[in-house]
């Protein structure tokens, strides 16, 4: 599991993710965690701006 999800609070993931993809905090968070499909339009959105963030915050 990513270190962006693990440490949500301290990056504050959801939020930037639901700013980046214009969608609610909740879905971002079901959608990365497992509890919603990642097949849809808008998921498939929210897992490319994910590894974008995660490409920015955690250099590794």
């Not at 639901?18 to 998921?43: P, Q, W």
């Amino acid at each position: 599991m990513s270190k962006l999800i693990i440490e949500a609070r301290k990056f504050k993931t959801w939020g930037l993710l639901s700013n980046m993809t214009g969608l609610s905090k909740s879905y971002c968070k079901k959608v990365m965690t497992e509890t919603r499909k990642k097949d849809s339009i808008k998921a498939k959105l929210i897992v490319e701006k994910f590894n974008e963030l995660e490409k920015l915050l955690i250099n590794e």
